[in-house]
């Protein structure tokens, strides 16, 4: 029925098994247990991005809290425009809110295809996904890409003493399929392995999920919804690990604690490059406003005629060649225009329609007299 997640994932196993069993020997315990391991570190690299979508669909969540807020205020008494305002600001922020649970949809068939693959290395006995094989018959029989020989692998394989697919609640006809490979573990050889694992898986938890709370805005922290789902993450997952450790093998339990060592140290890793992409806009952007403003002591522009800036002072030299309203001037070197020069500013207003003033014309008058 799920031999769509199954055989990859058995591929992948099988894969890891090959490269740690060329080094390690194919029948050695660790051999097994690094390849449940590396299993855990390939499909986090595939949900790497993902993950990180993730992280920026939380953190804008938490930007878009005050106008979540006020749409919900003001639109409570209709829930379908509720829902479509929602929606509209969602789409102008690139907001979904899917992204924030792909990582851990992704996950969920995986935990189950690893624990149906590891289970079934060992059909022996009675019980949920047990076929009632006898030790025989399970040792010759394949297992999804296992061959006959990697099953027998497996079941020789152990770790501390431990079988890696033995658990301590097993019962006592699932321990006979180790007979003949190593012969039959002890419950006490199954917990020494076990225990300090489910430990250690339960600790992770713990602080996985602190890390995250330590992460989330204070509107969220008081938020009640979300202090119960904190209490849940820091107390109630962690405790369940460790109530539920007995019923799992130590290869699901190896899965567990890869599973959060690596999340422990990507949510680290990502938070960080976030962080400093965000302090690197903000130092863009202050930058950019600094580089718009005027600079101390300088004195506004003016726009005059369709643009031209014109600078207001009591003094205004014109040095050699100087351009006056679009055409050159002549001076003399000190600033002052010579003959030639005059003339230019004189045709310059003729030709902007400049009069001379009427006592300056008939004092001229006067004097042709």
């Not at 570190?41 to 979508?53: A, M, N, S």
């Not at 190593?182 to 392995?193: E, F, N, Q, S, Y």
Request: glycine letters at 8%.
């Amino acid at each position: 029925m799920l031999d769509f997640i199954y055989y990859p994932i058995s591929a992948v196993l099988w894969f890891w098994h090959r490269v740690f069993g060329f080094v390690l020997g194919p029948d050695n315990g660790f051999a097994w247990a690094l390849s449940v391991v590396f299993l855990v570190f390939t499909l986090r690299l595939l949900l790497y991005k993902p993950f990180v979508k993730q992280v920026r669909t939380t953190r804008q969540m938490q930007e878009l809290q005050p106008q979540i807020k006020e749409l919900q205020r003001k639109y409570k008494n209709d829930r379908q425009q509720q829902a479509l305002e929602m929606q509209k600001l969602q789409r102008e922020h690139g907001f979904n809110p899917l992204m924030g649970c792909l990582p851990v949809l992704a996950q969920a068939p995986v935990f189950i295809g690893l624990y149906h693959v590891l289970n079934s290395f060992n059909r022996t006995g009675h019980g949920f996904g047990k076929l009632g094989l006898t030790p025989d018959e399970n040792a010759q029989i394949g297992n999804y890409v296992f061959s006959v020989g990697d099953v027998q692998s497996f079941l020789r394989a152990r770790l501390f003493g431990a079988p890696i697919s033995s658990y301590i609640t097993a019962p006592h006809s699932y321990y006979e399929g180790f007979t003949k490979f190593g012969g039959v573990p002890t419950w006490i050889t199954v917990a020494v392995v076990a225990v300090p694992l489910m430990v250690l898986a339960s600790v992770a938890t713990h602080f996985n999920a602190r890390a995250s709370v330590a992460r989330q805005s204070p509107e969220a922290l008081a938020n009640p919804q979300a202090a119960m789902m904190n209490k849940l993450a820091l107390w109630v997952f962690p405790l369940g690990v460790l109530v539920g450790g007995p019923f799992l093998p130590i290869s699901v339990l190896l899965y567990w604690v890869a599973n959060n060592i690596w999340t422990y140290g990507q949510q680290h890793l990502v938070f960080a490059k976030i962080e400093h992409e965000d302090a690197e806009k903000k130092r863009a952007a202050v930058e950019r406003k600094s580089a718009n403003a005027p600079k101390p002591g300088a004195k506004p522009v003016k726009k005059k005629d369709g643009g031209a800036s014109a600078e207001a002072g009591p003094d205004v030299s014109v040095s050699d060649g100087a351009v006056l309203d679009g055409a050159a001037v002549d001076t003399n070197g000190s600033g002052e225009p010579t003959a030639s020069g005059q003339k230019v500013k004189q045709t310059q207003r003729r030709q902007s329609g400049q009069k001379r003033s009427g006592s300056r014309g008939r004092a001229n008058q006067k004097k042709r007299r």
